[in-house]
């Protein structure tokens, strides 16, 4: 593509971003299509030929706008919604077309330094300690992979050469709730614990582990000739938002010598708040951490920030250099050494660019505004005879369901009536609310 043609099509399209942000109503919020509606319309090989920008960007309209479910939209509810904040839209144009692969220092020595330089700024947001040095992965998911890879690489001397097998046969095991996400059990299939090395732990009446149970639940295993690895501590979970009691967890994974991970991938920017501070406790003496920027940050997807003290244990885990990777140059971070990926995209630099648009103040009051709407909400069902509230709100998600006065109810048609009723409501196209399963209800 010439320079001119490259620039008037930027120029198009960065006034059709600027017309989508304007006017996410055009949309519905969930997409209205039909399971292969859009690769039925579309050809099913390549074109031989190259096509003019023009029709492509017609057909982008035309075919797959329709298939786009607008997690942008004011009415989007569902699950951990996100908004792509605009100096992260322009930081993604500009990473596309430095298009930096970050794997050695000298690949790029500015995506390389300005990822540690913007982790930095978000740890000291979040309060945590100066030690905890971060890695940038791609979703909480993999963060959670490379933690528990690390526990894994400790907990097991020899690991790394000798892999799961001779001495080392006794089984792992993982301990997390049963309201933990399901990246972990992933984790733990995929690293050699099985999903049946998951252990896991009862809740109180707030969905949060009981640690009590935690520490039976270790000494247990160890008298039975398992080996306890890692524990996963939840700030902010999936359904209701609950918060494990991490600074009693930390007591006993010390005690225990077992490694603690934090799951902190939805709620780790509500302590940038100092009256929310207090939702990262107990996570200083954590071995590892996980905040997704792109759950509650305005980072559009993807970007995970994954936080350590021992950085040294994630290398042994993972580093591994080739002929033609080895490099001459001082004493610089290769990001390759921290993790599966080799190549790696120029993700800090929206990270960096939203911090410094924003400013601590501006993060402020956006988290602050967030939780005000959730309490208002809160306030509102509370105030419905018909509804009720089945889970506390500590931040910014809100558990109800429907709970008609009139009428018998049995926990049955109960739900028959809520599964109704988000149905309903998705379809219109207005609002997109996701559900979960509380105690099975
Ligand atoms: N951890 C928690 C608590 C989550 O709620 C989620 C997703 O919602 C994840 C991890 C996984 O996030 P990701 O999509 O970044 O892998």
Redesign the pocket.
Known sequence: MDSATFRAHGHRLIDWIADYFDHPERYPVLARVKPGDLRAALPPRAPEQGEPFERILDDFERLIMPGVTHWNQPGFFA??PCSACEPAVLAELLAAALNQQAMLWRTSPAATELEEVALGWLRDLMGLPSSFEGVIY???????LHALAAARERAIPGLREHGLTGSNRSPLRLYCSEH??S?VEKAAMLLGFGHRGVRKIECDAECRMKPDRLGEAIEDDRAAGVTPVAVVA?V???STTSIDPVPQLADICVKQRVWLHV?????GPAAILPEQRSVLAGCDRADSL?V?P??WLFIP??L?AFYTPHMEVVRQAFSLTPEYLKTSGGDVRNLMDTGIQLGRRFRALKLWMVLRHYGAAGIRDLLAGHLELAARFAGWVDDLSDFERVAPVPLSVVCFRARPKAGEWTPESLDTLNERLIDAVNATGEVFMSHTKLDGR
């Not at 791609?138 to 959670?144: E, H, R």
């Not at 799951?263 to 709620?267: E, F, H, I, L, N």
Request: charged share 15%; hydrophobic share 30%.
């Open positions: 699950y951990f791609d979703t909480a998911s993999v963060s959670t933990s996400h990246s939840t902010g979970t999936t799951d902190a991938a939805y709620a996980v997704n792109h759950k997807i993807d995970s």
